[in-house]
């Protein structure tokens, strides 16, 4: 690893693994302890923030398996629970044992908790960290260490711990040592040092004091050592004071108990905004009566009812049927069979025209009525009114006068569940729009806190995915500030270069960073005498040729090996233009002509080292070739020449492993941004984006150098004689390789307007006759800068 990557004099208490990969930078220290130390660390390759635990422990097999069956056990419970952060390396060396986890998006409870949070926020965020506990505790893993610094929450039903201590476990039991904040550790754990042998170990019952323990904190602000217990919402404290009992066993017996309890919180502190309408009555039973004689199914009442018979809506006496509805209430006395829709007395037992049970049928529909109510109420509570409205438009439908009451509510709830749409609608898109102005004006902290406050069923795909771009973006800035303040202690101008120009990209109104690449630039940069801009690099090692990994891997592109670039060089910033071409040749070779910006095509090998040799005289820099016995075109271009190589500070065309260690510009992945091919189009001109035609040097992103069309445009001469099998035949570490002695074609990097995303790649190669030309090859040019540290 790298040591311009680490913070400036990084004090640890043991050295950093060797083995840990050159893909990972070290970014700063988090937490050290006597037996570990935790950093945090950004992969280069994949762009994203990562934490690295080390655990000081004796280096052999007892201590490794034990520990690499709990992180499989880990990594095998979180198949179930996706939330969970995954553990991506591991590794073992004489000072201990170390793992690579993904960094949690997020705010940490400490963060969150600036003030008493409302009650129905707090229940919900601790109902969803306790969901994620009760998963832990059924793949065998307890917490143990739970407190506001420790568990994470992106919403108000996201919330999760990190990682348990892997190095405490040792055959799924935990030691009985002390750890993290006391005060927020059960009364067992804090005495676990002094513990008798043969003492029971902590398990979930230490969890449920420390759930409850973190539930006081986020409703009052205080820790348990100041908490009073007049401070915590009446609704709350039955709860809190049975999970922080001293004793194990007073504490609810399971946290699926604890977890019920919240559930039941949740409900009772919802938001009085969706008040229902009142729950219709529960009409009384009939008293069984004995059937009457069944006349047709369309007669009329003709005969009376039973004595004592009154009205099953408001108990009057009926008295005279002929009237056909109650006087008092206005009750029809005829009622339609619920399965056949026949016309009945409502003191007949059974259909005249069925023959069904009237009154099972009523129970029946009554049961079926209050279901749907009940099933309405929930998808209300949870947002999800589409839901609701076929089963009210049911409801609404029901013809019979025992269940006026449930079509009346009804009728009223749907008007509140298409007014609750309408504004719903109204509030998400409202939120989109402040998110999108956030998101536009680079305000991603603003973007995350106004997206928090949209409860979880509202969030759309749309919404979801801008908040993760916000985090991520968060992130990034956060690690591309902590790389420039290092780029800058250490005067790696280069890397520090490429860290502004990405800082920018995400905060493109920062004036400071503005200035600050102004400044890099001037001192990163020189302008030949013929007007044209190159870039200082400084050399290094890089790995050259393609990772087996690669889907488009060809066989001249491998095996990967180490290469030295042992000085610094000025490249050109851009290809060589039609413009400089023809002001320094007096000629232009290119088959499109139609802008002078575009760069020179249709150029032979001699022609573009002819062109070096141009510039260097320019300046009065000796030649670097040598350059006899040449042989023209009609069009001034050169087909064949003698080249020689002097030596000269002059300009001369890249060697293939200085093109390539310039293009990747500190990258190990195929193309210098990534991996990611649907990317190409931002930084190349291919065969995708092209219209099939050249276009003006610069108008695609830069690489982290600050060289422009590298993967794409035109492909570039570079000097070396092109061999297919080289890189079999390459050693380890060598410095800057420059190919055969002689050959027949000469190398060509980087992709072309007409060539596919493949092409594009770092390691790509391609070749040519040194006497041929095409519309698809230019060039760029370079010189051996001073050893001067940038």
Same mark, same amino acid.
């Given at each position: 690893?790298?040591?311009?990557?680490?913070?400036?004099?990084?004090?640890?208490?043991?050295?950093?693994?060797?083995?840990?990969?050159?893909?990972?930078?070290?970014?700063?220290?988090?937490?050290? *302890?006597?037996?570990?130390?935790? $950093?945090?660390?950004?992969?280069?390759?994949?762009?994203?923030?990562?934490?690295?635990?080390?655990?000081?422990?004796?280096?052999?097999?007892?201590?490794?398996?034990?520990?690499?069956?709990?992180?499989?056990? $880990?990594?095998?419970?979180?198949?179930?629970?996706? /939330?969970?952060?995954?553990?991506?390396?591991?590794?073992?060396?004489?000072?201990?044992?170390?793992?690579?986890?993904?960094?949690?998006?997020?705010?940490?409870? /400490?963060?969150?908790?600036?003030?008493? =949070?409302?009650?129905?926020?707090?229940?919900?965020?601790?109902?969803?960290?306790?969901?994620?506990?009760?998963?832990?505790?059924?793949?065998?893993?307890?917490?143990?260490?739970?407190?506001? !610094?420790?568990?994470? !929450?992106?919403?108000?039903?996201?919330?999760?711990?990190?990682?348990?201590?892997?190095?405490?476990?040792?055959?799924?039991?935990?030691? @009985?040592?002390?750890?993290?904040?006391?005060?927020?550790?059960?009364?067992?754990?804090?005495?676990?040092? *002094?513990?008798?042998?043969?003492?029971?170990?902590?398990?979930?019952?230490?969890?449920?004091?420390?759930?409850?323990?973190?539930? =006081?904190?986020?409703?009052?602000?205080?820790?348990?050592?100041?908490?009073?217990?007049?401070?915590?919402?009446?609704?709350?404290?039955?709860?809190?004071?049975?999970?922080? %009992?001293?004793?194990?066993?007073?504490?609810?017996?399971?946290?699926?108990?604890?977890?019920?309890?919240?559930?039941?919180?949740?409900?009772?502190?919802?938001?009085?905004?969706?008040? &229902?309408?009142?729950?219709?009555?529960?009409?009384?039973?009939?008293?069984?009566?004995?059937?009457?004689?069944?006349?047709?199914?369309?007669?009329?009442? !003709?005969?009376?009812?039973?004595?004592? &018979?009154?009205?099953?809506?408001?108990?009057? /006496?009926?008295?005279?049927?002929?009237?056909?509805?109650?006087?008092?209430?206005?009750?029809?006395?005829?009622?339609? #069979?619920?399965?056949?829709?026949?016309?009945?007395?409502? $003191?007949?037992?059974?259909?005249?025209?069925?023959?069904?049970?009237?009154? !099972?049928?009523? %129970?029946?529909?009554?049961?079926?009525?209050?279901?749907?109510?009940? %099933?309405?109420?929930?998808?209300?509570?949870?947002?999800?009114?589409?839901?609701?409205?076929?089963?009210?438009?049911?409801?609404?439908?029901?013809?019979?006068?025992?269940?006026?009451?449930?079509?009346?509510?009804?009728?009223?709830?749907?008007?509140?569940?298409?007014?609750?749409?309408?504004?719903?609608?109204?509030?998400?898109?409202?939120?989109?729009?402040?998110?999108?102005?956030?998101?536009?004006?680079?305000?991603?902290?603003?973007?995350?806190?106004?997206?928090?406050?949209?409860?979880?069923?509202?969030?759309?795909?749309?919404?979801?995915?801008?908040?993760?771009?916000?985090?991520? /973006?968060?992130?990034?800035?956060?690690?591309?500030?902590?790389?420039?303040?290092?780029?800058?202690?250490?005067?790696?101008?280069?890397?520090?270069?490429?860290?502004?120009?990405?800082?920018?990209?995400?905060?493109?109104?920062?004036?400071?960073?503005?200035?600050?690449?102004?400044?890099?630039?001037?001192? &990163?940069?020189?302008?030949?005498?013929?007007?044209?801009?190159?870039?200082?690099?400084?050399?290094?090692?890089?790995?050259?040729?393609?990772?087996?990994?690669?889907?488009?891997?060809?066989?001249?592109?491998?095996?990967?090996?180490?290469?030295?670039?042992?000085?610094?060089?000025?490249?050109?910033?851009?290809?060589?233009?039609?413009?400089?071409?023809?002001?320094?040749?007096?000629?232009?070779?290119?088959?499109?002509?139609?802008?002078?910006? #575009?760069?020179?095509?249709?150029?032979?090998?001699?022609?573009?080292?002819?062109?070096?040799?141009?510039?260097?005289? =320019?300046?009065?820099?000796?030649?670097?070739?040598?350059?006899?016995?040449?042989?023209?075109?009609?069009?001034?271009?050169?087909?064949?020449?003698?080249?020689?190589?002097?030596?000269?500070?002059?300009?001369? @065309?890249?060697?293939?492993?200085?093109?390539?260690?310039? #293009?990747?510009?500190?990258?190990?992945?195929? +193309?210098?941004?990534?991996?990611?091919?649907?990317?190409?189009?931002?930084?190349?001109?291919?065969?995708?984006?092209?219209?099939?035609?050249?276009?003006?040097?610069?108008?695609?992103?830069?690489?982290? $150098?600050? @060289?422009?069309?590298?993967?794409?445009?035109?492909?570039?001469?570079?000097?070396? +004689?092109?061999?297919?099998?080289?890189?079999?035949?390459?050693?380890?570490?060598?410095?800057?390789?420059?190919?055969?002695?002689?050959?027949?074609?000469?190398?060509?990097?980087?992709? =072309? +307007?007409?060539?596919?995303?493949?092409?594009?790649? #770092?390691?790509?190669?391609?070749?040519?006759?040194?006497?041929?030309?095409?519309?698809?090859?230019?060039?760029?040019?370079?010189?051996?800068?001073?050893?001067?540290?940038?």
């Amino acid at each position: 690893m790298s040591t311009t990557d680490q913070p400036v004099s990084p004090q640890h208490s043991f050295s950093i693994c060797a083995e840990i990969p050159e893909n990972l930078a070290l970014k700063q220290k988090i937490h050290e *302890t006597p037996a570990s130390e935790t $950093w945090e660390v950004f992969d280069r390759s994949k762009k994203k923030k990562y934490i690295l635990k080390r655990v000081k422990s004796p280096a052999d097999a007892d201590t490794f398996e034990p520990f690499k069956t709990n992180i499989q056990a $880990w990594m095998q419970l979180r198949e179930s629970l996706p /939330a969970l952060p995954e553990v991506s390396m591991l590794g073992q060396d004489a000072d201990g044992i170390w793992y690579v986890r993904e960094s949690v998006v997020g705010q940490t409870y /400490a963060e969150l908790v600036s003030k008493p =949070a409302k009650e129905h926020e707090t229940a919900r965020r601790l109902l969803a960290l306790a969901n994620v506990l009760a998963k832990l505790h059924g793949g065998g893993f307890f917490h143990h260490n739970l407190k506001p !610094t420790n568990v994470f !929450t992106s919403g108000l039903d996201n919330s999760i711990p990190l990682d348990p201590d892997f190095g405490r476990f040792r055959y799924g039991k935990l030691e @009985l040592v002390p750890f993290g904040q006391a005060e927020f550790l059960a009364p067992e754990q804090r005495t676990a040092g *002094t513990a008798a042998p043969g003492s029971a170990v902590p398990g979930a019952a230490a969890d449920i004091w420390s759930l409850s323990a973190l539930l =006081a904190f986020c409703l009052t602000g205080s820790p348990p050592t100041q908490l009073k217990a007049e401070l915590i919402p009446e609704a709350f404290r039955a709860l809190i004071a049975s999970g922080m %009992q001293e004793s194990p066993d007073a504490r609810p017996e399971s946290l699926a108990e604890f977890i019920t309890a919240l559930e039941q919180l949740v409900k009772a502190t919802r938001p009085s905004a969706f008040q &229902t309408p009142p729950t219709p009555p529960v009409p009384p039973a009939a008293a069984p009566v004995p059937s009457a004689p069944a006349p047709s199914a369309s007669a009329i009442i !003709t005969s009376p009812p039973p004595s004592g &018979t009154t009205c099953p809506q408001c108990h009057t /006496a009926v008295l005279n049927i002929a009237d056909r509805v109650c006087p008092q209430c206005g009750r029809p006395y005829q009622e339609p #069979c619920l399965n056949c829709q026949s016309l009945n007395p409502f $003191w007949v037992r059974n259909c005249r025209g069925c023959g069904s049970d009237l009154l !099972t049928l009523k %129970q029946h529909m009554f049961a079926n009525l209050h279901s749907q109510k009940q %099933q309405i109420l929930k998808f209300r509570e949870s947002y999800g009114h589409d839901k609701t409205l076929p089963l009210l438009k049911y409801m609404s439908t029901v013809n019979h006068p025992d269940f006026v009451a449930f079509k009346e509510w009804a009728k009223s709830m749907t008007m509140l569940i298409q007014k609750e749409r309408r504004d719903i609608k109204a509030y998400v898109e409202g939120i989109r729009a402040q998110a999108n102005a956030a998101m536009e004006s680079q305000k991603y902290e603003r973007v995350r806190q106004i997206l928090e406050q949209v409860p979880r069923p509202l969030l759309d795909d749309a919404l979801r995915q801008q908040y993760v771009d916000a985090e991520e /973006a968060l992130t990034e800035v956060d690690s591309l500030i902590r790389e420039i303040r290092n780029a800058i202690s250490t005067k790696q101008y280069s890397q520090l270069l490429s860290c502004v120009q990405r800082y920018l990209e995400l905060k493109a109104n920062d004036p400071e960073a503005q200035n600050l690449q102004r400044k890099i630039e001037k001192l &990163t940069t020189t302008t030949s005498a013929t007007g044209m801009k190159l870039r200082r690099i400084p050399g290094g090692r890089f790995y050259m040729g393609s990772h087996e990994s690669d889907e488009y891997l060809r066989n001249n592109e491998h095996p990967q090996h180490k290469v030295i670039i042992p000085h610094n060089l000025f490249v050109g910033v851009y290809l060589v233009t039609q413009a400089q071409f023809q002001e320094l040749m007096d000629y232009n070779p290119s088959i499109v002509l139609e802008n002078e910006e #575009c760069p020179v095509e249709g150029v032979t090998w001699y022609s573009a080292i002819e062109f070096c040799n141009k510039m260097s005289e =320019a300046e009065s820099l000796p030649p670097f070739y040598g350059i006899k016995a040449v042989r023209r075109r009609m069009n001034k271009s050169i087909e064949g020449a003698k080249v020689t190589i002097l030596g000269g500070e002059g300009y001369r @065309l890249p060697t293939e492993a200085e093109w390539e260690y310039a #293009c990747r510009a500190g990258s190990i992945s195929p +193309w210098c941004f990534g991996d990611q091919v649907m990317d190409v189009g931002h930084y190349a001109w291919y065969y995708e984006n092209s219209s099939m035609e050249t276009h003006p040097v610069g108008q695609r992103k830069p690489n982290a $150098w600050g @060289l422009f069309d590298m993967h794409g445009n035109v492909m570039e001469w570079c000097y070396d +004689w092109y061999d297919d099998l080289l890189y079999q035949q390459s050693g380890e570490e060598e410095e800057n390789p420059t190919g055969p002695a002689d050959g027949i074609s000469k190398v060509l990097r980087g992709g =072309a +307007w007409q060539f596919g995303a493949e092409a594009t790649r #770092c390691a790509y190669r391609n070749s040519s006759a040194p006497e041929a030309v095409a519309g698809v090859i230019g060039f760029r040019v370079c010189r051996n800068a001073d050893d001067e540290a940038m």
